[in-house]
């Protein structure tokens, strides 16, 4: 019998260890950016080709490397920032395991360009499965540049696995924006394919947020601040009426390194107590400070999870500074009593009786034939805007009587079955089909605001939106794109003026996740945000006229029976099934 166990190669090594720091083509950027702040530099330039799929380059005017540097700096645990076991507990720097230039070279094309001094000219090395293909000079200044090219080209299995552009685009700019935000003293600049997404200038914490978030984002957040013995906190949480079911804006930075921590995120939450549902996610910018020695970063190569050695304190001062935090800027209303108002009325002030002004000569009598059907109208009158109903659906008349339950269930029947219609999901179905047959219109209607609307975005948003300009104008949507501000005109009939700015961000937010299996048309992506955004502010039907409309209407649609998310609209039971809950 042959030797069994035998030693990997020292490539194949390489290309597994490569596999947990380098998972995607964000990996490589955040482990080059997180390089670059490590040298000390004031700027960093990002340029991403084809979704970081083709090419990467991140350049520093940092401290640099000379040649001898150079040649060894992308062999496997080859690191600046260690010289000693005991240095591992007293990390002031992002890397320190001496993996990441050695992982990105083995599965990537790589040049690393540098000089740590202002003569002009740069050493440069490009490295092809771990070994120096190439050697030279070239003109540069001081510091470093990496250019990480044709990422997995020599692990295809691992190249077929990676997502769509859109999805691998959305990883890169995540990576950028949380380094991006925990260092507002750096000068970050991000192009991807020549195009300008961030343009960062050094700024304080609280304006690269608003920089880097949108503009929005600062009537939205609140200050914290707290220091303790064992642990200084600051930075923003969102306020209460601001919050959604959303994760996307929960930035936790322990010694300026971008961690995640269910424990401490349920800190976060538990002190929102009281001023949101359940289901609502705190959405927040916080910055921890604490001993080195009192935390533990070497869990996870992608260094993302953390371990505190008293865990239960920090979690009890996070959920008392913004409970604090929260009272203090008056989330909650109170009234002022040092305000020194007199709301008492004066005795001796007299009040005259109301005047009362009545028509002798009016009769409801006299009214037109026109007017008599105002009743029956009103519904349309009243919702007009809305679009969902027209005055044609007034002749269709329900053949069996329905009603309304817990104002959120619809019942009727049929000729072998008991109806129960969820009415929320009624309307998004409407609404959703309403919505898709305008969008194939060769033209639609659209109303002129009297006051335009102006929202600030963050660069990341303004791609989203851009990417659905040409449906949303087509939809009625008028607006322009001027920086990172969007300046809305027009808005299709069917919605409000005080919902203009919850369907951007509703289109923001969602970003078509989790929709891109189930729809793989663009026009049906925006029906269905859009459909789903104007549904959730039905409250309940009003009375027997809109139930009837309701039925009428769902009844005409092509998929009644389900959402276009493919829940269920329509329960029925037969008289087998309610005799069986007898038995």
């Given at each position: 019998?042959?030797?069994?166990?035998?030693?990997?190669?020292f490539?194949?090594?390489?290309?597994?260890?490569?596999?947990?720091?380098?998972?995607?083509?964000?990996?490589?950027?955040?482990?080059?950016?997180?390089?670059s702040?490590?040298?000390?530099?004031k700027?960093?330039d990002?340029?991403?080709?084809?979704?970081?799929k083709?090419?990467?380059?991140v350049?520093?005017?940092?401290?640099?490397?000379d040649?001898?540097?150079?040649?060894?700096?992308?062999?496997n645990h080859?690191?600046?920032?260690?010289?000693?076991?005991?240095?591992?507990?007293?990390?002031?720097?992002?890397?320190?395991?001496?993996?990441a230039?050695?992982?990105?070279?083995?599965?990537?094309?790589?040049?690393?360009?540098?000089?740590?001094d202002?003569?002009?000219i740069?050493?440069?090395?490009?490295?092809?499965?771990?070994?120096?293909?190439?050697?030279?000079?070239?003109?540069g200044?001081?510091?470093?540049?990496?250019i990480?090219?044709?990422?997995?080209y020599?692990?295809?299995?691992?190249?077929k696995f990676?997502?769509?552009?859109?999805?691998?685009?959305?990883?890169?700019i995540?990576?950028?924006?949380r380094?991006?935000?925990?260092?507002?003293?750096?000068?970050?600049?991000?192009?991807?394919?020549?195009h300008p997404?961030?343009?960062?200038?050094t700024a304080?914490q609280?304006?690269?947020?608003?920089?880097?978030?949108?503009k929005?984002i600062?009537k939205k957040?609140?200050?914290?601040?707290?220091?303790?013995?064992?642990?200084?906190?600051?930075?923003?949480?969102?306020?209460?009426?601001f919050?959604?079911?959303s994760?996307?804006?929960?930035?936790?930075y322990i010694n300026?390194?971008?961690?995640?921590?269910?424990?401490?995120?349920?800190?976060?939450?538990?002190?929102?107590?009281?001023?949101?549902d359940?289901?609502?996610?705190?959405?927040y910018?916080?910055?921890?400070?604490?001993?080195?020695d009192?935390?533990?970063?070497?869990?996870?190569?992608?260094?993302?999870?953390?371990?505190?050695?008293?865990?239960n304190i920090?979690?009890?001062i996070?959920?008392?500074?913004?409970k604090?935090?929260?009272?203090?800027?008056?989330?909650v209303?109170?009234?002022?009593f040092?305000?020194?108002?007199?709301?008492?009325?004066?005795?001796?002030?007299?009040?005259?009786?109301?005047?009362?002004?009545?028509?002798?000569?009016?009769?409801?009598?006299?009214?037109?034939?026109?007017?008599?059907?105002?009743n029956?109208?009103?519904f349309?009158?009243?919702?007009?805007?809305e679009?969902?109903?027209s005055?044609?659906?007034?002749?269709l008349?329900?053949?069996?009587?329905?009603?309304?339950?817990?104002?959120?269930?619809?019942?009727t029947?049929?000729?072998?079955?008991?109806?129960?219609?969820?009415i929320?999901?009624?309307?998004?179905r409407?609404y959703?089909e309403?919505l898709?047959?305008?969008?194939?219109n060769?033209?639609n209607?659209?109303q002129k605001?009297?006051?335009?609307?102006e929202?600030?975005?963050?660069?990341k948003?303004i791609?989203?939106?851009?990417?659905v300009?040409?449906i949303?104008?087509?939809?009625?949507?008028?607006f322009?794109?001027?920086?990172?501000n969007?300046?809305?005109?027009?808005?299709h009939?069917?919605?409000?003026f005080a919902?203009v700015?919850?369907?951007?961000?509703?289109?923001?937010?969602?970003n078509?996740e989790g929709?891109?299996?189930l729809?793989?048309?663009?026009n049906?992506?925006?029906?269905r945000?859009?459909?789903k955004?104007?549904?959730?502010?039905i409250?309940?039907?009003?009375?027997?006229k809109?139930?009837?409309l309701?039925?009428?209407?769902?009844?005409?649609?092509?998929?009644?029976?389900?959402?276009?998310?493919?829940?269920?609209?329509?329960?029925?039971?037969?008289?087998?099934?309610?005799?069986?809950?007898?038995?």
């Amino acid at each position: 019998m042959g030797n069994i166990i035998k030693k990997l190669s020292f490539d194949v090594i390489n290309k597994i260890a490569a596999g947990e720091v380098i998972q995607r083509p964000s990996s490589i950027l955040k482990e080059l950016i997180e390089n670059s702040i490590d040298s000390n530099a004031k700027k960093i330039d990002v340029f991403i080709t084809d979704f970081g799929k083709t090419e990467i380059q991140v350049s520093d005017d940092g401290i640099g490397m000379d040649l001898n540097n150079l040649k060894v700096c992308f062999l496997n645990h080859s690191t600046s920032k260690l010289n000693s076991f005991e240095d591992l507990f007293k990390l002031n720097s992002k890397g320190f395991r001496g993996e990441a230039l050695s992982s990105i070279c083995s599965i990537s094309k790589t040049k690393i360009s540098s000089c740590n001094d202002n003569c002009g000219i740069r050493n440069f090395i490009e490295v092809d499965n771990n070994d120096i293909s190439k050697l030279g000079e070239e003109v540069g200044s001081k510091g470093t540049t990496v250019i990480s090219r044709n990422i997995f080209y020599n692990v295809p299995a691992r190249r077929k696995f990676l997502k769509s552009d859109k999805i691998e685009f959305k990883h890169i700019i995540n990576e950028f924006v949380r380094l991006a935000l925990s260092h507002p003293e750096i000068e970050f600049t991000l192009k991807h394919n020549n195009h300008p997404i961030y343009n960062l200038k050094t700024a304080n914490q609280k304006k690269r947020i608003v920089e880097v978030l949108g503009k929005s984002i600062e009537k939205k957040i609140i200050p914290i601040e707290e220091k303790t013995n064992l642990v200084k906190i600051k930075g923003f949480v969102f306020k209460a009426e601001f919050l959604n079911k959303s994760r996307n804006n929960q930035f936790l930075y322990i010694n300026n390194r971008y961690v995640k921590s269910n424990y401490l995120n349920h800190a976060i939450s538990k002190s929102y107590d009281g001023l949101v549902d359940k289901e609502v996610k705190p959405s927040y910018i916080l910055f921890l400070e604490c001993a080195p020695d009192k935390i533990d970063v070497n869990v996870h190569p992608s260094k993302t999870e953390v371990k505190f050695d008293d865990e239960n304190i920090i979690y009890a001062i996070i959920l008392s500074t913004i409970k604090h935090s929260l009272g203090k800027y008056n989330v909650v209303p109170n009234i002022d009593f040092s305000n020194n108002i007199n709301m008492s009325i004066p005795s001796e002030t007299k009040v005259s009786a109301p005047t009362i002004e009545v028509d002798y000569g009016f009769t409801p009598f006299k009214a037109s034939d026109k007017n008599s059907n105002s009743n029956i109208n009103e519904f349309f009158v009243e919702n007009k805007r809305e679009s969902i109903f027209s005055e044609n659906d007034i002749e269709l008349i329900s053949e069996y009587p329905v009603f309304d339950f817990s104002n959120k269930f619809l019942i009727t029947k049929s000729k072998t079955d008991l109806l129960i219609i969820n009415i929320k999901r009624a309307f998004y179905r409407i609404y959703y089909e309403q919505l898709l047959n305008e969008i194939n219109n060769k033209r639609n209607l659209s109303q002129k605001l009297l006051y335009p609307v102006e929202i600030g975005f963050s660069s990341k948003d303004i791609i989203v939106i851009n990417s659905v300009k040409n449906i949303l104008n087509h939809l009625g949507f008028t607006f322009s794109i001027k920086q990172n501000n969007v300046n809305i005109t027009s808005i299709h009939p069917a919605f409000e003026f005080a919902e203009v700015e919850s369907i951007f961000l509703d289109i923001i937010e969602k970003n078509y996740e989790g929709l891109e299996h189930l729809s793989p048309s663009l026009n049906d992506r925006i029906a269905r945000l859009l459909a789903k955004s104007k549904s959730k502010k039905i409250l309940k039907l009003k009375n027997k006229k809109e139930q009837d409309l309701l039925l009428n209407k769902i009844f005409s649609c092509k998929e009644p029976n389900y959402s276009p998310d493919n829940k269920r609209i329509i329960y029925k039971m037969n008289i087998e099934n309610i005799n069986s809950k007898f038995n």
